[in-house]
């Protein structure tokens, strides 16, 4: 094979380590730490859960179903729930969520910031106080945005997050430190430094062909290493 070849290998692969030293690094240290958390960890379920069992009965929910159907534009799916000590009806529309009482059938309105606090202490499995809490128009990033929800903070070593509804004090999500580790890592590993969800972004992918190249050149260099060796032989 031309010396040449080897030559030009050498010089390419030495100079595409030095571009993708950090991200190698970035991308073998983010597989360890990513690997090595449970998922249920990074979704918090040993911190918060976001679903409680319902203690009402099918008797308890009294209130006529055409009622609260009627004030609906177009329902799509009806849903029996509970927020703390109410049996709820959700009726579900291309508009959103709509929450009744079960018993009653009138329209609950929206839960204070004290029904907000009791459900969230309710669906935590920690022992931790509230540390704050905030009414959002829009929610950050790692609740996608959503809007109109309650932010609760709790004191907990892990800055365990409960993100609310504003309309019917649903738990939509749970965030802690561990699921913030998980997704810098994440962004680290995919390369997507916004919105941290392109798996296919430009920045990725040019690195990623540049990671190949440099795993070719190290080939070749190898190759050359044993022809040297089989000639000294």
Not at 24 to 30: N, P, Y
Not at 52 to 76: G, M, R, T, W
Not at 131 to 159: C, M
């Amino acid at each position: 094979m031309n010396k040449r070849i080897f030559k030009h290998a050498r010089k390419l692969h030495k100079w595409l380590g030095y571009l993708l030293a950090l991200q190698i690094f970035a991308w073998l240290l983010g597989g360890l730490v990513m690997s090595a958390i449970p998922l249920e960890k990074v979704h918090g379920k040993h911190l918060a859960a976001r679903q409680l069992d319902n203690p009402f009965k099918q008797q308890d929910y009294s209130a006529s179903l055409d009622s609260i159907v009627a004030q609906i534009n177009e329902p799509q799916q009806i849903s029996y729930r509970h927020f703390l000590t109410t049996p709820t009806i959700v009726v579900t529309s291309a508009q959103g969520e709509s929450s009744f009482n079960g018993r009653t059938g009138q329209l609950l309105a929206a839960p204070t910031q004290q029904n907000i606090i009791a459900n969230a202490k309710a669906h935590l499995l920690i022992d931790a106080t509230v540390k704050h809490i905030t009414q959002l128009d829009v929610g950050p990033r790692e609740v996608g945005y959503k809007a109109n929800l309650w932010q609760v903070q709790f004191d907990d070593l892990w800055s365990t997050t409960l993100y609310l509804s504003a309309l019917n004090g649903q738990v939509i999500t749970v965030r802690s430190t561990i699921w913030r580790i998980f997704d810098f890592f994440w962004m680290l590993h995919i390369m997507d430094y916004d919105e941290r969800e392109d798996f296919n972004n430009p920045l990725l992918i040019s690195f990623s062909a540049t990671s190949v190249l440099f795993c070719i050149t190290g080939m070749l260099l190898l190759l050359q290493n044993v022809r040297l060796r089989r000639r000294k032989l």
